[in-house]
């Protein structure tokens, strides 16, 4: 089968074996969706070795559990041991041994099949089509945001960053009704959160409101994001740090003890509510989808993907 | 009267007047404890010119507040405006134009007399001495952890730093039941908090626990600190940065991310817990008070409050 995959900062596609695990669910790719991670795993980040992709929605072609058979899964992405503390209390997201779809110890969605372990399946409902269940995941890590803090209709949050990520963070927590400011350089990614009547701002415009919101979610990944993010935040507010940076920032700590700030990572959230909102069709990702390739052009996909102005790419086997 | 000053770098003992504003409360100090913040301030933090101090005993010897005069009091130590949200709501700690007793425009406290508006001042119970009473400040701050972040029995909480503020938070924190470990390079100091019950370890021993902790406080203000503590935190676990460094740290941002642990800020704590911690004698402070000078000695005593080993020194005019 065709599988995107990397070694040594090296990206290509190959020709390689299906996956034969048989304690495992084999899920055959419909549509997989390229991540800011998968371009900076291209770069070296996590040192993975093999194929990328973690976005997906597929059908299921063998299991153990008889009633997947044929039906439209999609994926948590982190498969835990089974025996810890954790993972027996169901949440295998921080399992120490954990392995990860496309980033750790485990191969990934950009590939005609892929292997999850049953439990990590969830059915998608028949309204919901391929092009936005494959949204499935990165909605999943915006909801997560409300997981880490707890956000209702009389906060003012401003998010960073007005990219996939950001634009899917800003529209869930709107949906909390609370106060939004989206920050973002990009007029036309702007305009997209602008349609679901988020205001928007730029880098510039937005820090004229210094220590005037209780939540940021800096979904920027650049260190300059984080700066803005601490600038915005009133003192006692929360950080939400949601997109990782390449490298270290700089840490003012006085900064964060005199005002009383909270930093708080965010990581990968629940999929049972991403694809609840999903089936509601409570936000815009239609808008959030730039190109379509087949998987035998990924190599060029993965180049669009990480082009200035361009939002999420998907990938078809 | 006597006083204990800054000015660019430079501190000295002077003979200044009186404080004399009328509509706050005019308190004799009975003693006053050097804090690492008056020695930070000494070498420029934040910029302060006047007498340094904020930790004290006193008599009120004239108030608006006739019911107040030769009562014996401790003072908060932010003085804020009166009229914003935060001010009106009773809490002044984080009021934007605020004054902070000998840190942020306003006098301080080691001196023969100090200024405080009324409502910052809280009575001693008679039971407490004036050696014990001096320590609100300080145990209000380590109080104060317990504002910012949820600790019960069933958590496993590490305090790293041995000094002054280590140990008063590591006592706070002992109280609420919680497995306690103290994190410091002083076989001396750690034995104050062995004697009441607490684990201790050096950085070498504590660097085997990785992951181990729900919560860490990081009280050593050093940079090597920041890391250790991350290093002891499990996932989603919280790290409570209670001293500041001096200058910037790193901040390696995917690691709080992809743990998922939080970074919380704490400075003051309110005086009403700390004051009755000290009014049930439920902490050893007197362990704490290395040596006391007469405040003409104040030079002598910054200096000893300085030196290794050395833990609180007290000033009594």
Redesign the interface.
């Known amino acids: 089968m065709l599988a995107l995959r990397v070694n040594k900062k090296r990206l290509s596609i190959k020709n390689i074996q299906k996956p034969d695990r048989a304690d495992e669910a084999l899920v055959r790719v419909l549509l997989s969706g390229i991540c800011n991670t998968d371009l900076e795993i291209a770069r070296g980040?996590a040192g993975f070795k093999g194929t990328i992709g973690h976005e997906f929605v597929g059908v299921v072609e063998e299991s153990t559990d008889r009633s997947l058979a044929g039906r439209r899964v999609v994926g948590e992405i982190n498969a835990g041991c089974g025996k810890c503390d954790?993972c027996r209390a169901g949440d295998s997201r921080?399992c120490?041994s954990r392995t990860v779809l496309g980033i750790v110890g485990r191969d990934g969605a950009h590939a005609e099949f892929l292997q999850l372990p049953v439990e990590n399946l969830l059915l998608v409902p028949d309204k919901i089509p391929d092009e936005h269940a494959v949204f499935t995941e990165p909605l999943a890590a915006a909801c997560g945001i409300l997981e880490?803090v707890q956000i209702d209709a009389s906060d003012r949050v401003a998010v960073i960053g007005d990219g996939k990520l950001g634009l899917l963070c800003a529209q869930v927590v709107a949906l909390s009704g609370a106060d939004m400011l989206l920050v973002g350089k990009h007029s036309s990614k702007l305009r997209i959160a602008e349609r679901r009547g988020i205001e928007t701002a730029t880098p510039r415009q937005a820090a004229k409101r210094k220590?005037q919101f209780d939540v940021v979610v800096e979904a920027s990944g650049a260190a300059t994001g984080?700066g803005l993010a601490l600038d915005l935040l009133r003192?006692?507010g929360q950080l939400v740090?949601?997109?990782?940076?390449h490298g270290?920032?700089?840490?003012?700590?006085?900064r964060?003890?005199?005002?009383?700030?909270?930093?708080?990572?965010?990581?990968c959230g629940r999929f049972t509510p991403a694809l609840d909102l999903l089936n509601k069709a409570a936000l815009d990702v239609d808008s959030l989808i730039s190109e379509e390739y087949p998987l035998s052009n990924g190599l060029h996909a993965m180049r669009r993907a990480g082009t200035r102005g361009v939002l999420k790419v998907l990938l078809r086997p």
């Not at 003890?257 to 990581?267: A, L």
């Open positions: 980040y954790l921080h120490a880490r220590r984080f003192p006692r740090l949601k997109s990782t940076f270290k920032t700089e840490l003012d700590a006085a964060i003890v005199v005002d009383e700030v909270s930093i708080v990572g965010s990581r």
